[in-house]
C-alpha cells in the first residue's frame, strides 16, 4: 500500500514537473524573466534545478532570437545597431539583475549564464558584422560601432556579468579590417578626384 501511493505521489510530481517545464519553456517568449520566476521556484523545490536554469535560460535566448528577426535593417548602419544593442543588452542585462534571485539556492547557475550569455554575445557580433561593418562603413561608423558595444559590455560588467574580454577578441579583427578598407576608400577617392580635376604640378618660379 505504502509503495502504491508512493508511486503516485511520483507519478503527480512528474506531471508537475512537465507542467512547470513548459511553462517556463515559453515565459521568456511572453514576457521577461519574472514571469518565470514561479515556475522555478516550483521547480526547485521538486529537485529540478539544473533543469529549471537550462529551460530558463533557454526560453529567453529564443526571445533574444526572435526580437533579433523582427529588426528591421536600416540604410543608416548606427540605426540598426542601436536597435540591434538595446534589445539583445537589455535582455541580457534583465535576466544578469533575475538569475541570481531565481536561483539563489542553485549552485552553478552563474556560471550556466556567463556560457549562455557569451553565446549571446557572440551572436550579437555576429549580427554587427555582417550587417554594419562587412557593408563597408565610414570611419566613423566603425568608432561609434566600437565605442557602443564597449559601452554596453561595461554597463553588464558592473552587473557581475564581465563579457569585456571576449568582445575585444570577436570584434577587434572585424573592426580593424573594416578601418583598413575605409581609409583605402577615401585614398581612392582621393586619387580619384585628382585625376578627374587633372590636376598637374606647376613650378612657380618659371611663372614669375
Same mark, same amino acid.
Given at each position: 500500500?505504502?509503495?502504491?501511493?508512493?508511486?503516485?505521489?511520483?507519478?503527480?510530481?512528474?506531471?508537475?514537473?512537465?507542467?512547470?517545464?513548459?511553462?517556463?519553456?515559453?515565459?521568456?517568449?511572453?514576457?521577461?524573466?519574472?514571469?518565470?520566476?514561479?515556475?522555478?521556484?516550483?521547480?526547485?523545490?521538486?529537485?529540478?534545478?539544473?533543469?529549471?536554469?537550462?529551460?530558463?535560460?533557454?526560453?529567453?535566448?529564443?526571445?533574444?532570437?526572435?526580437?533579433?528577426?523582427?529588426?528591421?535593417?536600416?540604410?543608416?548602419?548606427?540605426?540598426?545597431?542601436?536597435?540591434?544593442?538595446?534589445?539583445?543588452?537589455?535582455?541580457?542585462?534583465?535576466?544578469?539583475?533575475?538569475?541570481?534571485?531565481?536561483?539563489?539556492? *542553485?549552485?552553478?547557475?552563474?556560471?550556466?549564464?556567463?556560457?549562455?550569455?557569451?553565446?549571446? +554575445? *557572440?551572436?550579437?557580433?555576429?549580427?554587427?558584422?555582417?550587417?554594419?561593418?562587412?557593408?563597408?562603413?565610414?570611419?566613423?561608423?566603425?568608432?561609434?560601432?566600437?565605442?557602443?558595444?564597449?559601452?554596453?559590455?561595461?554597463?553588464?560588467?558592473?552587473?557581475?556579468?564581465?563579457?569585456?574580454?571576449?568582445?575585444?577578441?570577436?570584434?577587434?579583427?572585424?573592426?580593424?579590417?573594416?578601418?583598413?578598407?575605409?581609409?583605402?576608400?577615401?585614398?581612392?577617392?582621393?586619387? +580619384?578626384?585628382?585625376?578627374?580635376?587633372?590636376?598637374?604640378?606647376?613650378?612657380?618660379?618659371?611663372?614669375?
Amino acid at each position: 500500500m505504502g509503495r502504491e501511493v508512493e508511486a503516485k505521489l511520483a507519478e503527480k510530481e512528474r506531471q508537475l514537473a512537465d507542467i512547470l517545464f513548459r511553462e517556463l519553456r515559453l515565459s521568456g517568449q511572453r514576457s521577461g524573466p519574472k514571469a518565470a520566476r514561479h515556475a522555478v521556484q516550483l521547480l526547485l523545490r521538486l529537485g529540478k534545478a539544473s533543469q529549471a536554469v537550462d529551460l530558463y535560460l533557454k526560453g529567453q535566448g529564443a526571445a533574444i532570437r526572435q526580437g533579433v528577426k523582427e529588426l528591421k535593417i536600416s540604410e543608416e548602419p548606427m540605426s540598426y545597431l542601436r536597435s540591434l544593442c538595446g534589445m539583445v543588452f537589455g535582455k541580457l542585462s534583465e535576466v544578469a539583475r533575475e538569475l541570481p534571485g531565481l536561483f539563489a539556492g *542553485s549552485s552553478g547557475a552563474c556560471a550556466v549564464l556567463v556560457l549562455w550569455a557569451s553565446g549571446q +554575445l *557572440s551572436d550579437c557580433v555576429n549580427q554587427v558584422v555582417r550587417h554594419v561593418m562587412e557593408p563597408g562603413p565610414s570611419l566613423s561608423v566603425v568608432g561609434q560601432c566600437g565605442k557602443l558595444l564597449r559601452g554596453q559590455t561595461g554597463a553588464l560588467a558592473e552587473l557581475g556579468l564581465d563579457l569585456r574580454f571576449q568582445l575585444e577578441q570577436q570584434l577587434s579583427p572585424h573592426s580593424l579590417a573594416a578601418l583598413r578598407a575605409a581609409v583605402t576608400n577615401i585614398s581612392d577617392a582621393a586619387q +580619384l578626384r585628382i585625376r578627374d580635376d587633372k590636376w598637374r604640378p606647376h613650378n612657380l618660379q618659371s611663372s614669375a
